[in-house]
């Protein structure tokens, strides 16, 4: 067992302060434009501003451009100029993947029986298209929805792919139940089996379809980005949705399929709420001692 650092403990305590604050108002476009010089470049660093989405969020008319850098689709060191070639080269790549796949896509049909059909299902079963919309909504073109979604990916380790990363978030939310809430974890290894691990449409979905508004998705998934306070902050996302149905599990001693079903119907969740609920979590979490595969996980 292992605790962590003084400074973590600090950072933890800072990243949770600002729910015992009113809510502050969202990085406006005035206040977006004031972080640049005369070039374009960033005056501000990459930490105050990823803190600063953490506590406030992003207005909806500079979200486009601040995701660009939260995603890695422009660099955090870019000038205007920088960019602007950028994202032409973007653009003209997108379409050099568009030819190729028109070319070779009458192949991949010859060659593989029900590839359309193959390829539809692998789409709609995971829930990208779910996500896909959300970012089509956000930006104006092609190239923009299809680069951001992959960097969004990328930058979020693929903690929402089945195959990739949400099998290794539900054993971590496993692992962090055990730790924070023996009690609750206690009734889910028992009459609540198989709770956590049919959870799975949370991590595949980004807890999109607990939200009240799109904007509510929105804010949460630019926190993710941030990777403020911590990596892997979708598990104490989830953990605190767990926690809002603790005590109705409890009390009612409801088995695996009944609390999946209270779980479902966590929806027109605050983003904001669930964001300083976690970074609650979290600041719990770090004045520990934690074992050392949650330490590697989160840190």
């Not at 509510?216 to 104490?236: A, I, M």
Request: aromatic share 12%.
């Amino acid at each position: 067992m292992t605790t962590l650092s003084p400074e973590n403990s600090l950072s933890a305590r800072q990243s949770a302060s600002f729910i015992l604050v009113k809510r502050k108002p969202p990085i406006d476009k005035t206040e977006w434009d004031g972080f640049f010089d005369e070039n374009g470049h960033l005056a501000k660093s990459r930490d105050f501003i990823c803190v600063n989405i953490l506590e406030r969020g992003l207005h909806p008319f500079v979200r486009t451009e601040a995701w660009k850098f939260l995603t890695g689709y422009y660099s955090w060191q870019s000038s205007q100029d920088e960019r602007l070639m950028v994202d032409s080269t973007r653009r003209k790549n997108y379409e050099a993947l568009c030819q190729m796949y028109e070319k070779i896509q009458p192949l991949l049909e010859n060659l593989h029986r029900n590839f359309i059909e193959t390829r539809n299902n692998i789409e709609y079963q995971q829930g990208f298209h779910e996500m896909v919309m959300l970012f089509q909504l956000m930006v104006e073109h092609d190239h923009e929805t299809f680069w951001l979604f992959q960097f969004f990916l990328q930058k979020t380790e693929h903690s929402c792919v089945i195959n990739i990363g949400v099998g290794k978030n539900l054993d971590m939310l496993n692992n962090l139940i055990n730790f924070l809430d023996p009690v609750f974890a206690e009734h889910l290894k028992g009459k609540g089996a198989g709770a956590v691990q049919s959870l799975f449409p949370w991590f595949c979905l980004y807890f999109q379809r607990a939200f009240k508004s799109f904007d509510d998705v929105w804010r949460l998934w630019e926190v993710l980005l941030t990777g403020k306070p911590c990596r892997n902050f979708q598990v104490l996302v989830a953990y605190s949705m767990l926690q809002m149905v603790r005590k109705q599990v409890l009390q009612e001693s409801m088995t695996g399929d009944d609390i999946l079903l209270a779980c479902n119907n966590l929806i027109d969740l605050d983003a904001a709420e669930l964001v300083s609920a976690a970074c609650t979590v979290y600041a719990e979490l770090v004045q520990k001692d934690v074992p050392q595969p949650l330490k590697d996980f989160f840190l």
